[in-house]
């Protein structure tokens, strides 16, 4: 059985920083590629980053510059770096994971599996 636990949500003053950790379970973590997605109150869900097997990344252009996605294989766990946060990056934040082309890491329908999403809350 598939799991994926996110951890690390919280709240933030605006500026301040917090690191996503998504931990996977039941699966060959290497052969995945995994992403994060966010979906803030009356929005849809919207890609953040994903990091294809190859290690290679891919940012919203809303975060560029802020958040780096990274993936650490012998703990089969993939991170959110957040810097710089908004209050427009408020959301609920999940971990995805795929077996998906780098040219499809945005799309959100790619993905398989999906946590159980973490909270973030920036306050301004």
């Known amino acids: 059985q598939v799991q994926l636990v996110e951890s690390g949500g919280g709240l933030v003053q605006a500026g301040g920083s917090l690191r996503l950790s998504c931990a996977a379970s039941g699966l060959t973590f290497s052969d995945y590629a995994m992403a994060w997605f966010r979906q803030a109150p009356g929005k849809e869900r919207e890609f953040v980053a994903g990091i294809a097997r190859s290690e290679s990344t891919l940012r919203a252009d809303a975060v560029k510059g802020r958040f780096i996605i990274s993936r650490d294989n012998a703990r089969n766990t993939v991170h959110l770096q957040m810097n710089s946060l908004k209050p427009e990056d408020t959301a609920v934040y999940y971990c995805?994971?795929?077996?998906?082309?780098?040219?499809?890491?945005?799309?959100?329908?790619?993905?398989?599996?999906w946590g159980q999403g973490t909270q973030v809350t920036v306050s301004s």
């Open positions: 995805a994971a795929g077996s998906v082309l780098f040219s499809r890491l945005r799309l959100g329908d790619a993905y398989v599996y």
